[in-house]
């Protein structure tokens, strides 16, 4: 599975940002997906987890209300809408896919065999 991000950029505190990762797969709706992010420095952390079929999400406690994910099992793609955005979201932000991900390991960077290179969100204050 080959996943492809886009959508970052350079944004003012309280701005909006839009991630697409694409994935290059036939059988994509076997893969949960999530949205990680590594700001320099920092280990990569979990932002967003999406189920198989869609469905609610699991977030981060520090982007509820601000992030919403979702994805299109038909086009094969996931996206981040990133709203209210703070400098302390600056950071890589990476796709990932998993096919054995399950509800205890949504969270945990080792349950993805399968990552995107990265989209750069740069928030200034």
């Known amino acids: 599975v080959q996943l492809q991000a886009s959508g970052g950029g350079l944004v003012q505190a309280g701005g909006s940002l839009r991630l697409s990762c694409g994935a290059s797969?036939?059988?994509?709706?076997?893969?949960?997906m999530a949205w990680f992010r590594q700001a320099p420095g920092k280990e990569r952390e979990f932002v967003v987890g999406?189920?198989?079929?869609?469905?609610?999400?699991v977030y981060a406690d520090s982007v509820k209300g601000r992030f919403t994910a979702s994805r299109d099992n038909a086009k094969n793609t996931v996206i981040l809408q990133m709203n209210s955005l703070k400098p302390e979201d600056t950071a890589v932000y990476y796709c990932?896919?998993?096919?054995?991900?399950?509800?205890?390991?949504?969270?945990?960077?080792?349950?993805?065999?399968?990552w995107g290179q990265g989209t750069l969100v740069t928030v200034s204050s």
């Open positions: 999406i189920a198989r079929m869609g469905g609610n999400a």
């Open positions: 797969t036939s059988t994509f709706s076997r893969y949960r």
């Open positions: 990932a896919a998993g096919s054995t991900v399950i509800s205890s390991t949504v969270s945990s960077t080792t349950a993805y065999a399968y």
